[in-house]
T-cell receptor
Framework: DAGVIQSPRHEVTEMGQEVTLRCKPI?????LFWYRQTMMRGLELLIY????????DSGMPEDRFSAKMPNASFSTLKIQPSEPRDSAVYFCASSSGPPRFFGPGTRLTVL | QQQVKQSPQSLIVQKGGISIINCAYENTAFDYFPWYQQFPGKGPALLIAIRPDVSEKKEGRFTISFNKSAKQFSLHIMDSQPGDSATYFCAANIGTSGSRLTFGEGTQLTVNP
């Protein structure tokens, strides 16, 4: 098993641009989580899905953030428009319960 | 409000020594307490977890000690090795869905050879 796959691994963009982060969870897992990690705020849950359905998006910072899970093997996190304060490492995790396996993360830098 | 407080922020241990990281929580509804290990450039990985119905759980060199009355739990790494050098996060959750894991601030462990 390849584990949780995220792409891209690094993203550098300019303020105002749209950013799309992608995640392929481990096959068979029914939970998918999106986390953000920064030095200041640590690890924060943004949103999680159960069986492809968004269950709790209360951690999504604002309307600029959106997430989808069109099927069991793919999820996206979109930021539009991006701002410098969105710079962070974004992790996707999948499991059959509490987060167990995290992807390698996408390091986002918004200039 | 920080619901899980972790200490120390950083820890240096000699090879073969015992590493101890502590966490304290406030919400008595928490009923799942995992520890994660994160290496530089990697995502966190679940290391070991405990539920409050037991006071200790051991997996290899890693042990969680849990004190429900004090609302504290700790990670002990026995015979620490340089390969254990990483950042360790405690966390707490309510229920089994893992939906609202609250993470501690993290402890950067360095094990010197």
């Amino acid at each position: 098993d390849a584990g949780v796959i995220q792409s891209p691994r690094h993203e550098v963009t300019e303020m105002g641009q749209e950013v799309t982060l992608r995640c392929k969870p481990i096959s068979g897992h029914d939970y998918l989580f999106w986390y953000r990690q920064t030095m200041m705020r640590g690890l924060e849950l943004l949103i999680y899905f159960n069986n492809n359905v968004p269950i709790d998006d209360s951690g999504m910072p604002e309307d600029r953030f959106s997430a989808k899970m069109p099927n069991a093997s793919f999820s996206t996190l979109k930021i539009q428009p991006s701002e410098p304060r969105d710079s962070a490492v974004y992790f996707c995790a999948s499991s059959s319960g509490p987060p167990r396996f995290f992807g390698p993360g996408t390091r986002l830098t918004v200039l | 409000q920080q619901q899980v407080k972790q200490s120390p922020q950083s820890l240096i241990v000699q090879k073969g020594g015992i590493s101890i990281i502590n966490c304290a929580y406030e919400n008595t509804a928490f009923d799942y307490f995992p520890w994660y290990q994160q290496f530089p450039g990697k995502g966190p990985a679940l290391l070991i977890a405990i539920r409050p119905d037991v006071s200790e759980k051991k997996e290899g060199r890693f042990t969680i000690s849990f004190n429900k009355s004090a609302k504290q739990f700790s990670l002990h790494i026995m015979d620490s090795q340089p390969g254990d050098s990483a950042t360790y996060f405690c966390a707490a959750n309510i229920g089994t869905s893992g939906s609202r894991l609250t993470f501690g601030e993290g402890t950067q462990l360095t094990v010197n050879p």
